[in-house]
């Protein structure tokens, strides 16, 4: 039973283009998700984050989205460079105050095209 | 410079072969977990610590064992590994004083089990 949810497993966008990469729970008690970026050979590195009681946090070119009635997120990048290009994983610790673990999706592919 | 770091980065082994990945972390965190992670299936916790002597299972703990005797020190032990263990492995670590659950992972450790 997948609890965050990942359903597009990559995205191919153009330099200079938004990108937009769309995230889904199951659970309402997550208050709190994250973005994680992961290159090859590499460990995940931490992005962005947002709690539940905004629904948008922004981070230079990084903005994650957050619609609690709908359980979705997104992290948009504008503009996208194709250093951009990696794995992003969403993920959550579940509610806060709760063990620390993080439930991650399964991850987007994204790909910056020159 | 803070840091996670696993040992090895690569190991191929065969079925039943005990091994050793040690995790050492310099940043004075209390948290530390493992996480593997499979195609399709992003990255599951196996098994994390709260503290030193404190450990419990995550998700995926069967085959795996795991110690905490140290704060900066959490290794992953496989008993007697076998081919389905064949992964990618993760170890994280997160200090309380962060509020915002950001845990600070290793580069990873490529598996192969024969």
């Known amino acids: 039973d997948q609890q965050v949810k990942q359903n597009s497993p990559s995205l191919s966008v153009q330099e200079g283009r938004i990108s937009i990469l769309n995230c889904d729970y199951t659970?309402?008690?997550?208050?709190?998700f994250l973005w994680y970026k992961k290159y090859p050979a590499e460990g995940p590195t931490f992005l962005i984050s947002?709690?539940?009681?905004?629904d948008k946090n922004e981070d230079g070119r990084f903005t994650v989205f957050l619609n609690k009635s709908a359980k979705h997120l997104s992290l948009h990048i504008v503009p996208s460079q194709p250093g951009d290009s990696a794995v992003y994983f969403c993920a959550s610790p579940g509610h806060t105050g709760a063990n620390s673990k993080l439930t991650f999706g399964k991850g987007i592919t994204l790909s910056v095209r020159p | 410079e803070a840091q996670v770091t696993q040992n090895p980065r690569y190991l191929i082994t065969v079925t039943g072969k005990k091994l050793t990945v040690t995790c050492s972390q310099n940043m004075n965190h209390e948290y530390m977990s493992w996480y593997r992670q499979d195609p399709g299936l992003g990255l599951r916790q196996i098994y994390y610590?709260?503290?030193?002597?404190?450990?419990d299972k995550g998700d995926v703990p069967e085959g795996y064992k795991v110690s905490r005797k140290e704060k900066r020190n959490f290794p992953l032990i496989l008993e007697s590994p076998s081919p389905n263990q064949t992964s990618l492995y993760f170890c994280?670590?997160?200090?309380?004083?962060?509020?915002?659950?950001?845990?600070?992972f290793g580069a990873g450790t490529r598996l192969s089990v024969l």
């Open positions: 947002i709690s539940s009681i905004k």
């Open positions: 659970n309402s008690m997550f208050d709190y």
């Open positions: 994280a670590s997160r200090g309380w004083g962060n509020t915002k659950n950001i845990q600070y």
């Open positions: 610590s709260m503290n030193v002597e404190v450990t």
